[in-house]
T-cell receptor, first 116, second 115 residues
Framework: AQKVTQAQTEISVVEKEDVTLDCVYE???????LFWYKQPPSGELVFLIR??????QNEISGRYSWNFQKSTSSFNFTITASQVVDSAVYFC?????????????FGEGTQLTVNP | GAGVSQTPSNKVTEKGKYVELRCDPI?????LYWYRQSLGQGPEFLIY????????DSGLPNDRFFAVRPEGSVSTLKIQRTERGDSAVYLC?????????????FGPGTRLTVL
């Protein structure tokens, strides 16, 4: 079975602070894919990143960076110099080879509020 | 190009009624997915189409839920004898190919409220 845990239900920061959103996953599969999505108040899930299980290189995209560590089954997401527009719910998701139909298994989400 | 679109954006119905929710995937995407998101939760998988056929419907909660994709493009999620517990946001996603390397792109969702 697959499971994604986002232990932080809500995070509140002040603009320009750095913030890290945690994601821990469980799977017995050796090949899997991890995703982060952003859900702003409008409700639409916006794709941010996909990472394959065989590629542990960390990735940086502007103010966003992702730290993938297979040893701890974690795929954490850091926003540097946060902005008010970053306020949203962020979801981590898992997809595995063994899972039929290519479904995504989502975590419960972390509500990030960036205050001015 | 245009993203995934869903209609209606909001649907209010009474308990026991029948509802249909529509999804227009991104043009050319062969895979289509339906998820349900309850308040404060992450999306949960319902059903997945590869072309016209349902490749995996194991997420449908019971036989009141049904989905079709007759021409391999637009899909309709149908809910019979709606219950208050069906209230949620129903999300549709599509991807170019139905394999694990693909990214799913989501629509804005339909918020269903059953009174």
């Amino acid at each position: 079975a697959q499971k994604v845990t986002q232990a932080q239900t809500e995070i509140s920061v002040v603009e320009k602070e750095d913030v890290t959103l945690d994601c821990v996953y469980e799977t017995r599969d050796t090949t899997y894919y991890l995703f982060w999505y952003k859900q702003p108040p409008s409700g639409e899930l916006v794709f941010l990143i996909r990472r394959n299980s065989f590629d542990e290189q960390n990735e940086i995209s502007g103010r966003y960076s992702w730290n993938f560590q297979k040893s701890t089954s974690s795929f954490n997401f850091t926003i540097t110099a946060s902005q008010v527009v970053d306020s949203a719910v962020y979801f981590c998701a898992l997809r595995t080879e063994e899972t039929s139909g290519s479904r995504l298994t989502f975590g419960e989400g972390t509500q990030l509020t960036v205050n001015p | 190009g245009a993203g995934v679109s869903q209609t209606p954006s909001n649907k209010v119905t009474e308990k026991g009624k029948y509802v249909e929710l529509r999804c227009d995937p991104i043009s050319g995407h062969t895979a289509l997915y339906w998820y349900r998101q309850s308040l404060g939760q992450g999306p949960e998988f319902l059903i997945y189409f590869q072309g016209t056929g349902a490749a995996d419907d194991s997420g449908l909660p019971n036989d009141r839920f049904f989905a079709v994709r007759p021409e391999g493009s637009v899909s309709t999620l149908k809910i019979q004898r709606t219950e208050r517990g069906d209230s949620a946001v129903y999300l549709c996603a599509s991807s170019p190919r139905p394999d694990n390397t693909d990214t799913q792109y989501f629509g804005p969702g339909t918020r269903l409220t059953v009174l």
